[in-house]
């Protein structure tokens, strides 16, 4: 039995999209560990697999048609009917279908999280930034005593 080119188109898809949640994995790992130097490369690697995603979903869709793919319209949209395939190309694509929702469910996830964090830390930075301007004309040092004081040029403002 040959491939199907809708098998073919489906496993090429899946495996890009395996790719991509290794990069989303990867960008979580730096997001947590704050090692912030690689986020960039990840953003534009990012724009790279969602070109190369949005092109390969639409053959899929292309060939769904041409194949007569019918899918569920509930949750996970299993594959129902495929008119036009052979009888027996039809679980192989099943499956990679199956297995592809699950990998974009995956991927979504992922990107969701990725998303938390980021939010997480712009929140954080702007904290923190505040808490800086706010105290920018305020200095910590200490007594003769070793004591902290608070002090702005000019006076002391209170001990701490």
């Known amino acids: 039995m040959t491939t199907p080119p809708l098998l073919s188109a489906l496993q090429h898809e899946l495996e890009q ?13 730096a997001l947590i560990a704050n090692t912030l130097a690689e ?3 990840f953003a534009k690697q990012k724009a790279g697999y969602a ?3 949005e092109s390969l979903a639409k053959e899929r869709r292309r060939l769904f048609e041409v194949n007569g ?10 594959l ?3 008119r036009f395939l052979p009888d027996d190309a039809v679980p192989a694509v099943a499956l ?3 297995q592809l929702m699950q990998a974009a469910r ?16 712009q929140q ?7 808490l800086l301007q706010s105290s920018q004309n305020s200095t910590l040092s200490y007594d003769a005593y070793g004591q902290p004081r608070l002090s702005r040029p000019g006076g002391l403002i209170s001990k701490v």
Do not use: Y
């Not at 793919?69 to 299993?78: G, K, T």
């Not at 979504?108 to 997480?120: K, Q, V, Y």
């Open 106 to 121: 995956q991927a979504s996830a992922f990107n969701e999280t990725n998303g938390h964090l980021i939010d997480t830390r």
């Open 96 to 98: 990679c279908w199956q």
């Open 69 to 78: 793919v019918e899918l569920s319209p509930d949750p996970p949209h299993p």
């Open 39 to 41: 986020l960039e490369d």
């Open 17 to 29: 999209l395996m790719r991509f949640i290794d990069l989303l994995e990867r960008e979580q790992n």
């Open 124 to 130: 954080q930075n702007q904290q923190l930034m505040a």
């Open 51 to 53: 070109q190369t995603l």
């Open 80 to 82: 129902l009917k495929a």
